[in-house]
């Protein structure tokens, strides 16, 4: 039988997405297919690129060349750290990534599909450890994915109102693509944080070792620059350590941020500072380790880290509980130089104190303890009573009967400068 014209309209079989009623309706008979539980897996709904029809990307294809070569030069051009980046090697890696990844979006139509395959997945994941790698955040990366999604639902919108395809089409696209892309991020986003933590570990062990280095002393330039290099920390000409406790570790981190470095050590934590002849420093140093109970060590060359690190534990070890120093402060160890010297060699000081102190041993502690500090103060004073008098809080007359049961004790001893100053010393360090 001859068919007219009108029969063979009506016979033909048009392509499902170039119009005329597709049999049966593209959209509806999809979306039946996801509400009754086609691709569906315990319940779950099946992914946005069932409801579309298998053979879209065919009918797509055309677009897809313009699409790639406005993403290529939108991304560039809109986010900066690309645009800094942006070499004929950069694009032809970027060319290659965003034909992959429409290459693998067109893939999905029709399909119960994961939205990456195993490859696609290891190349989306190699780019989240790659701007890592690169020093950027992820900033970056996501609004290229941003950036292409949007161009990519346009363009291919576009070829969609083209070939008049129905809405429903078009919905479940712009659904797909950004599926697609929230997939492409959170494997990007997940490889990002393991290569940070990764590098975090490796690049603890290596800062540990510097400050080792460091504070050991005995290595070479060449080694300690080696070693700075892969702590990710530029060596300064001047530095200091501080030592501090453990609990205040983590804060005191943060607040230094690169401009040194802190590792617990044992039963204390140690940062090795770089140190500025900038007027503003000490204010810096004194924000950086507020509360933190630290004692910095003075600014010394690469090479005599040791003795900084060793001045602020001599200082440390003689802060006990109770002293009158500001916990909320750092103590600077330049501050307080003699008092180190004083408590460097305690044995040697324990000895000095019994040889000089020997005539006061016969006093009552409470007597003794009165004379003690008058001594002290007499010979801070030049033997001038009013001074005396004003810092014990007393009268002069009783500055001068103390002074006079001194000397009755010390006999000619107190006329001598040698003995004066051994004195001085023995008692500044028993009254602090």
């Known amino acids: 039988m001859k068919l007219s ?87 032809e890696v970027l060319f290659l990534g965003v034909q992959g990844a429409l290459e693998q979006l067109l893939s999905l139509p029709g399909t119960d599909h994961p939205a990456l395959n195993e490859e696609s997945r290891q190349l989306v994941a190699a780019l989240g450890a790659g701007e890592f790698r690169q020093g950027r955040s992820m900033d970056a990366l996501l609004a290229a994915y941003r950036t292409s999604a949007r161009i990519t639902f346009r363009g291919l919108s576009e070829a969609c109102a083209r070939l008049g395809l129905p809405m429903e089409v078009v919905v479940d696209l712009g659904e797909t693509i950004l599926a697609y892309i929230d997939e492409l991020s959170a494997v990007s986003v997940q490889a990002y944080a393991v290569e940070q933590s990764a590098h975090a570990g490796a690049l603890e062990v290596r800062r540990a070792d510097l400050v080792a280095a460091l504070v050991g002393g005995g290595a070479e330039l060449h080694e300690v620059r080696r070693l700075a290099s892969g702590a990710d920390w530029h060596l300064p000409q001047q530095m200091a350590a501080a030592v501090f406790p453990l609990a205040a570790a983590a804060s005191v981190r943060m607040r230094l941020g690169t401009s040194g470095i802190v590792v617990e050590r044992e ?84 000895d000095l104190a019994v040889r000089r102190l020997a005539p006061l041993e016969a006093l009552r502690p409470a007597k003794r303890r009165v004379l003690e500090e008058t001594l002290l103060l007499w010979l801070v004073h030049w033997g001038q009573r009013l001074p005396v008098a004003r810092e014990l809080g007393i009268h002069a007359q009783t500055v001068g009967y103390r002074v006079a049961k001194l000397k009755d004790l010390f006999g000619g001893d107190l006329e001598d400068p040698l003995v004066r100053f051994e004195l001085e010393l023995v008692l500044r360090s028993r009254i602090r």
């Not at 039963?267 to 000490?282: K, P």
């Not at 810096?284 to 910095?296: I, K, N, P, T």
């Open 5 to 91: 014209p009108q029969d063979k309209q009506d016979n033909a079989s048009p392509h499902p997405l170039a119009g005329g009623p597709p049999p049966p309706k593209v959209g509806d008979t999809s979306r039946a297919q996801r509400s009754h539980g086609v691709g569906e897996a315990d319940g779950a709904p099946g992914p946005p690129w069932l409801s579309l029809p298998a053979d879209m990307a065919e009918v797509l294809a055309p677009a897809v060349p313009d699409v790639v070569a406005q993403i290529i030069e939108a991304v560039p051009n809109q986010i900066p750290a690309y645009h800094i980046a942006r070499t004929e090697r950069f694009s």
């Open 267 to 350: 039963s204390e934590a140690t940062a090795i500072v770089g140190i500025t002849q900038s007027e503003r420093l000490r204010p810096r140093l004194q924000e950086v380790f507020a509360g933190s109970s630290a004692v910095l060590g003075p600014a010394v060359a690469w090479d005599a880290v040791p003795h900084s690190h060793r001045v602020a534990q001599l200082l440390a070890a003689q802060l006990p509980l109770g002293d009158p120093v500001d916990p909320e402060e750092p103590i600077f160890a330049t501050d307080h130089l003699s008092r180190i010297v004083l408590g460097s060699e305690t044995q040697v000081m324990e």
